[in-house]
């Protein structure tokens, strides 16, 4: 998916890889819900609640239509809060 993100999107999708947020000893991930609103045309929000052992989490995504009619991910999320933005940012 790295190769379909741009931005930050890209440096926190990397992030994600590194902790393995949705990984659990035994129980594999189940998706429970998914959903999607659109908030303009070219551009839609996505949702994911995934379950693995005794916890649900929540994944959450942005993709973005370009000019070149490719959609691309420009926001991650998974579960809490957000990870501080460095200066780098």
Known sequence: MLRH????AYDDLAHL??????RTR???PVVHD?????PR???LEVFARIGAGGR???????LEQGRDLRWRCTAVEVGGPR???????
């Open 26 to 28: 035994g129980a594999c």
């Open 56 to 62: 649900l989490r929540a994944l959450a995504f942005r």
């Open 17 to 22: 890889a590194e902790r393995g947020p949705l």
């Open 5 to 8: 993100t741009v931005g930050r």
């Open 83 to 89: 990870r501080p933005r460095s200066d780098d940012d």
């Open 41 to 43: 045309p070219g551009a």
């Open 34 to 38: 998914i959903g999607y609103f659109e």
